[in-house]
């Protein structure tokens, strides 16, 4: 990363974060808390009381910024502290705001795990106080959209962004471990956000350079306007902060820093936010010559580290070096602490260099496990495969399933009824076509048509496949034959046969229809 927060330099670099965040996937609702009064649930649970703010909203907030993790009190590239990243910069003044509506002080919040939540409520509550939400509103899960992207403390289309990725986790849900072992679950639930005035805030521009990207430019005062140097090389960074907070600081002309590219953790998005052909502020003495790529997160955390995020930046890479005859090679593909002159130490131990250059040279890697064929019907004793399908997708969507070993005992079937039980599906602890369909289908629901491609459209193929009973190859490209499953689909459904999937095909396949 271009900018110099704590834990960042060498000089920090051993400093240990106080809560440890070892998985992330779809998810559930909250989970029971456990005893130990200190423990993060408890905390959630408090702070949700207290400031009459929706449980799990308030997880998916912290998840979204600091995979629940503290950080020891560290600050993030923006000045934000803690699991909720309280922010007290020139732009953003959260953690002062937090500190006058709880009475807490700031050192408090910076570093005590329980008061920084505590302080991301009050905040969150402050702005539905001022957005006039009232009793019922912030019932509604689906009403505090308005509040999350303020939360974020960006504007227009970057602050949308960043409540779309919150309610991305509650309708894909999430589930964490943080220090002790203890879990931090949100389950997988539809949503339908009231957008309110960021109806129309979607970030819609594509990027000049990649094609696949978006484009958000950073201010001007953070990059110079063409090149001294001839581009022979890319730098790995890591954000240490979010993707949505990421692009906001390179919009703020205080940061002075900025890069080529920023690419989400959970899916692999790529925003471009300065032009190849201008020098980003971001390695210093490497700036002229090189062009450099963000990635959601943070060094001393690998939760951040996906697959998605592998993937998407490796093929963003064998683009650039294609494109502009950079070798394929570590003396060409560097990380921001092999750049001459810089004292980071991003993107870190944590980053697999081994799988990232395989990547990047054309590796494609292994099948996904999910995808089938056909889809036949698992109960009580089961084993194989599709049994370890069924319990990775119960525990990515917060569903305790127990170990995913392929062996479907009791753990799993639990997983199952309360699965079914949330999706009003018949409580049988048998996964037949309408539980697979659901639970395949299961996640956010965007507008799909001819010509779009992406892990949503695999995850489409996926539930079609188990629904109409024949094969849908699950390529992720949405084609000829996709279309004449979702054709078939709707039309057994009694859905309007339009080829296209919207709302109303999501939920159809999201009951299990």
């Not at 002080?105 to 005590?112: G, I, M, N, V």
């Amino acid at each position: 990363m271009p900018r110099r927060p704590a834990g960042h330099t060498r000089g920090r670099a051993a400093v240990l974060a106080s809560l440890t965040v070892t998985a992330l996937v779809a998810g559930r609702p909250a989970a029971a808390a456990p005893a130990d009064a200190d423990s993060m649930n408890q905390a959630f649970d408090r702070a949700a009381e207290e400031y009459g703010v929706p449980r799990d909203l308030l997880a998916a907030v912290g998840y979204g910024e600091t995979h629940l993790n503290g950080h020891a009190g560290l600050p993030s590239q923006d000045n934000g502290y803690g699991v909720m990243h309280l922010v007290s910069n020139p732009a953003n003044h959260s953690l002062e705001k937090a500190s006058a509506l709880t009475g807490e002080s700031t050192a408090d919040l910076r570093k005590d795990t329980g008061t920084n939540i505590l302080g991301g409520a009050a905040v969150l509550r402050d702005h539905a106080d001022t957005l006039g939400l009232d009793t019922a509103d912030r019932a509604d899960i689906d009403a505090w959209y308005p509040v999350v992207a303020r939360y974020s403390g960006a504007e227009g289309a970057v602050a949308a962004l960043y409540a779309d990725t919150v309610y991305t986790f509650l309708a894909e849900g999430l589930r964490a471990t943080v220090a002790g072992g203890e879990q931090v679950s949100v389950t997988s639930r539809p949503v339908s956000p009231e957008k309110g005035p960021f109806a129309k805030a979607d970030i819609t521009a594509q990027s000049p350079d990649y094609p696949p990207a978006l484009w958000v430019a950073a201010n001007s005062a953070n990059f110079a306007t063409g090149r001294t140097a001839t581009v022979d090389k890319v730098v790995i960074h890591v954000t240490q902060g979010s993707y949505a907070g990421t692009i906001s600081w390179f919009q703020n002309a205080t940061s002075k820093v900025s890069s080529h590219y920023v690419v989400r953790s959970s899916d692999g998005q790529v925003t471009q936010m300065v032009r190849d052909k201008d020098t980003a502020y971001h390695a210093k003495s490497a700036n002229a010559s090189s062009l450099g790529i963000e990635h959601e997160g943070f060094i001393d955390d690998p939760t951040w580290f996906t697959d998605p995020m592998y993937r998407s930046s490796a093929a963003l890479t064998k683009y650039l070096c294609d494109r502009y005859g950079i070798p394929k090679d570590r003396s060409h593909v560097i990380g921001h602490s092999e750049a001459p002159g810089n004292d980071h130490t991003d993107p870190g131990a944590n980053w697999n260099w081994t799988y990232y250059m395989q990547l990047v040279k054309g590796a494609t890697g292994s099948a996904d496990g999910l995808s089938f064929a056909s889809y036949t019907t698992r109960k009580s004793g089961s084993t194989g495969s599709q049994v370890k399908a069924v319990q990775t997708l119960l525990n990515q969507q917060g569903y305790r399933a127990g170990a995913e070993d392929g062996v479907f005992g009791t753990a799993t079937g639990n997983a199952v009824r309360a699965f079914q039980t949330a999706r009003g599906l018949d409580a049988d602890g048998t996964v037949g076509p309408r539980t697979w369909t659901a639970l395949l289908s299961a996640g956010t629901t965007p507008a799909l048509d001819t010509g779009a491609s992406g892990d949503a459209v695999k995850r489409l193929q996926r539930a079609l496949t188990a629904a109409l009973g024949r094969t849908v190859a699950a390529d992720g490209a949405f084609g000829t034959n996709t279309d004449k499953a979702v054709r078939d689909y709707q039309s057994s459904r009694n859905l309007a046969v339009d080829g296209s999937v919207g709302a109303g095909t999501w939920a159809a396949l999201q009951s299990g229809r």
